[in-house]
């Protein structure tokens, strides 16, 4: 079992910046993916960014320049640092963590984008 423990999220202005950030416990594999998805409301859950325990980064093509993916596998812990929000960016952020078929998920937490 992994237990995944999101924080940051909240409310901020567009052109703000945020950070989230999830620690993951419990029966960890060193070698894992960690990332996150992000559900807007009527939409369905869709990639952010994912890292794995190499650094290898996955950006979808809606945020590549603006936000920023990163890992402290020490910590098992994923960040992500987000820049020039937009309203189009207002979701619940997911946290998963993937180790071959095995797949977690955060409970989430809103971000909202919004002047």
């Known amino acids: 079992q992994v237990r995944l423990a999101e924080s940051g999220g909240g409310l901020v202005q567009p052109g703000g910046s945020m950070n989230l950030s999830c620690r993951a416990s419990g029966n960890i594999f060193r070698i894992n993916s960690m990332g996150w998805y992000r559900q807007a409301p009527g939409n369905q859950r869709e990639l952010v960014a994912t890292i794995t325990t190499d650094k290898q980064t996955t950006y979808a093509d809606s945020v590549k320049g603006r936000f920023a993916i990163s890992k402290d596998n020490a910590k098992n812990t994923v960040y992500l640092q987000m820049s020039s929000l937009k309203p189009e960016d207002t979701a619940v952020y997911f946290c998963?963590?993937?180790?071959?078929?095995?797949?977690?998920w955060g409970q989430g937490t809103q971000v909202t984008v919004a002047s």
């Open positions: 998963r963590y993937k180790y071959g078929q095995l797949v977690y």
